[in-house]
């Protein structure tokens, strides 16, 4: 996806990215992170786009999270893929976008978002640990939307 906006510094996105890259090694879980700059519908609607345009239901175990950020509109969504999903529940789900938005509400972006990157990790790394023959399916970088 082109980007026409970046929200994060380069240092930022590569501390976001090695979040990522640490979560993902315990795991055979995906994590990614989008930024859409003009969402086009509400946020968890956009989520769904956006995790079908990605690809993330292909994931051998349907273990990928999808976190959305829309800075514009001041909003965020977490999804998790069905196999996910089915291990932790809504209320998990709810309590990462409470983690995130604590510390949105500071203006720390990526720190909020590598706090909620570590604990999808842990709970990947709880119900999918790492397999010796686990490939990374999905690209760790973010992708940007218009």
Do not use: C
């Not at 240092?11 to 879980?29: F, H, L």
């Not at 409470?98 to 709880?126: H, N, W």
């Amino acid at each position: 996806m082109a980007s026409t906006i970046k929200w994060f510094t380069e240092e930022e996105e590569v501390r976001i990215v090695k979040a990522i890259r640490e979560a993902e090694e315990n795991t055979s879980g995906e994590i990614r992170i989008h930024v859409e700059n003009n969402l086009q519908q509400p946020p968890l609607a956009e989520a769904l786009r956006v995790f079908k345009e990605l690809e993330m239901h292909k994931t051998a175990a349907r273990n990928g999270v999808l976190i959305l950020l829309a800075p514009a509109q001041k909003s965020f969504a977490i999804l998790g893929d069905e196999g996910i999903h089915t291990k932790v529940g809504s209320d998990f789900w709810q309590e990462e976008k409470e983690l995130m938005r604590s510390f949105f509400a500071r203006e720390a972006y990526a720190d909020g978002l590598i706090a909620a990157i570590r604990q999808v990790g842990e709970k990947l790394k709880a119900f999918f640990p790492y397999q010796t023959d686990d490939a990374n399916e999905l690209s760790d970088d973010l992708s940007y939307g218009s």
